[in-house]
């Protein structure tokens, strides 16, 4: 019980106690900040997706109405064809 070397490496223990414990909750820190990174690349990496998903979506709309409006423009041509017609008829 009175080895020196004992109380030498209980001494030595309990004096790094503290920064043993340090050490650790650094570790445990970092480590719980890595996963939330990771976590919120995960998001990102959604959001993204679907920003990418609206945006396609947004081009095929707008395509889409730019040709309804050449149909509607095509159809104004026409009615103003046949109403110079029926008004020269009459």
Known sequence: ??????????????????????IVGIIWWSRKIDLRTKDHADRLDRHEARLRGIEQNQQAQAILQ?????????????LDRLYTAINRRE
Do not use: V, Y
């Open 66 to 78: 730019a040709r309804i409006e050449e149909a509607l423009n095509g159809i104004k041509l026409t």
């Open 1 to 22: 019980m009175n080895d020196p070397d004992a109380h030498g490496l209980l001494g030595l223990i309990q004096s790094g106690w503290t920064q043993i414990m340090a």
